[in-house]
């Protein structure tokens, strides 16, 4: 079977697809003995086709939503120093896949697309953070680097960046492999 993955905006209609998309990833979570997104599905669905167009899917075969993200050009206020703010960045956030494609690495694909949409843009970084070390390391799997931790509230979040490059996914986009391309960029 052929697969082809396009990334696009999100419009008000995806919303029941990405929330039984994401309680897929919940449930995986939970079993896995993972903190769970479930307290926030309705709050990530309810966000597609928001005014702000910053909300995207990951859709395989022009019908099943395998993928969302968030990408904002400004993160945090906190985390990222005056110097780093300033800078032209793009902010990877909320990042959810299905399970059910896991060997597809589907999370890892996101990313670089977003790291091949900045460079696209001339924006120089692309910038995310997280709660989990666990995470913080599958973020380095995919070319991040810890910049630092920092708090906010009682949490300790960290702080991943990532120099925009291009990066030809065509070939990823069309077979849904990852084979291809040096992980370890």
């Not at 120099?163 to 391309?181: C, H, I, K, N, Y």
Request: negative net charge; hydrophobic residues 40%; glycine residues 8%.
């Amino acid at each position: 079977m052929s697969i082809v993955l396009v990334m696009r905006p999100t419009t008000s209609t995806d919303q029941d697809a990405v929330a039984a998309m994401i309680l897929a990833r919940c449930e995986w979570m939970e079993r896995n003995g993972l903190p769970s997104w479930r307290p926030s599905v309705d709050d990530l669905a309810g966000q597609c086709g928001n005014p702000f167009g910053d909300v995207w899917v990951m859709e395989m075969n022009g019908s099943r939503i395998v993928g969302r993200t968030t990408i904002q050009q400004e993160g945090p206020p906190w985390g990222w120093t005056d110097t780093e703010r300033a800078e032209p960045a793009l902010y990877l956030n909320t990042t959810v896949t299905d399970p059910a494609y896991r060997h597809m690495r589907l999370g890892t694909l996101i990313a670089w697309w977003a790291v091949d949409q900045a460079a696209g843009q001339g924006v120089q970084w692309v910038r995310r953070d997280c709660l989990w070390p666990q995470l913080a390391t599958y973020y380095a799997s995919q070319g991040f680097s810890l910049v630092r931790t920092a708090e906010n509230g009682k949490y300790t979040h960290h702080m991943l960046a990532r120099r925009a490059e291009p990066m030809d996914l065509a070939e990823q986009f069309r077979t849904g492999m990852l084979e291809p391309l040096d992980v370890g960029r």
